[in-house]
């Protein structure tokens, strides 16, 4: 049978077939599973955030490379073609 003079403890619940259930304080049990799964919803924020950063820095090097491809023969002093910067020629005397 449950005692009068248990004061500063939990409160306890007696069972008919003489097993005594204390009610535990689940506090810290709480404290503990809410830093995990922060800690774990942190963990799978930052990795999403490294694949958006990834995929937006190759996009924006293909058309970096697009450009270059494009504007290569308006500034293609080898070859010779108009517009170049190529210094021109003298003809030869013959």
Do not use: H, Q
């Amino acid at each position: 049978m449950p005692r009068a003079g248990d004061g500063g403890k939990a409160p306890a619940r007696w069972l008919g077939t003489g097993l005594l259930v204390e009610e535990v304080d689940n506090t810290v049990t709480l404290i503990i599973l809410a830093v995990v799964g922060g800690v774990i919803g942190l963990l799978i924020l930052i990795l999403l955030i490294k694949k958006l950063i990834i995929f937006i820095l190759k996009k924006t090097r293909e058309k970096k490379k697009e450009c270059l491809v494009s504007s290569s023969g308006n500034d293609n002093t080898e070859n010779g073609l108009p517009g170049s910067k190529a210094e021109e020629k003298p003809p030869s005397k013959v």
